[in-house]
T-cell receptor, first 114, second 114 residues
């Protein structure tokens, strides 16, 4: 079965650079969530989209922005990168705004800021 | 906002033993889902089990079962006949309503000893 696809798997950027992370949800899933997991930390919710509209917002810095496109894939744009942005970034998807069957996570993008 | 408490940062048991991971949470929602996710060393987030809050019957998935006590807002995970492959971080997560993101607990690092 198709899963949530994230790209790239690994990314190395320098401070103050910009990064774009992509997420392709499971086919027919219309809701996408972004999470940030620092080393040894629990995942922190950043932002979610339902039917291409922002649905919920968590602890997402102002330097980050995201959107969901017409094909339901989503992109997380991160500007003015800081060393503290180094983390594993997960995308998850679900069907509808009521996640009856839970959220399916991608394998994550590991971002390293040097 | 949701709050989730996992009071056991780390647990270690012998293979084939039964282990219970605790989770308490706070929510103002009346109808919601609760989830346990597993994160092995690969860092992939894997759904272990889900519970619908309006159902009194505890969820079971093979060797995994929950003890859900809605009034006490307690949602523990029992793993029977533990296996080496169960070694992972386990996160408890009750979502909010709609397309809200998950709020994870700090996790319990479960180690299965041979």
């Amino acid at each position: 079965a198709a899963g949530v696809i994230q790209s790239p798997r690994h990314l190395i950027k320098e401070k103050r650079e910009t990064a774009t992370l992509k997420c392709y949800p499971i086919p027919r899933h219309d809701t996408v969530y972004w999470y940030q997991q620092g080393p040894g930390q629990d995942p922190q919710f950043l932002i979610s989209f339902y039917e291409k509209m922002q649905s919920d917002k968590g602890s997402i810095p102002d330097r980050f922005s995201a959107q969901q496109f017409s094909d339901y894939h989503s992109e997380l744009n991160m500007s003015s990168l800081e060393l503290g942005d180094s983390a594993l970034y997960f995308c998850a998807s679900s069907l509808g705004a009521a996640p009856n069957y839970g959220y399916t996570f991608g394998s994550g993008t590991r971002l390293t800021v040097v | 906002a949701q709050t989730v408490t996992q009071s056991q940062p780390e647990m270690s048991v012998q293979e084939a033993e039964t282990v219970t991971l605790s989770c308490t949470y706070d929510t103002s929602e009346s109808d919601y889902y609760l989830f346990w996710y597993k994160q092995p060393p690969s860092r992939q987030m894997i759904l272990v089990i889900r519970q619908e809050a309006y159902k009194q019957q505890n969820a079971t998935e093979n060797r995994f079962s929950v003890n859900f006590q809605k009034a006490a807002k307690s949602f523990s995970l029992k793993i029977s006949d533990s296996q080496l492959g169960d070694t992972a971080m386990y996160f408890c997560a009750p979502p909010g309503g709609g397309a809200d993101g998950l709020t994870f607990g700090k996790g319990t690092h479960l180690i299965i000893q041979p």
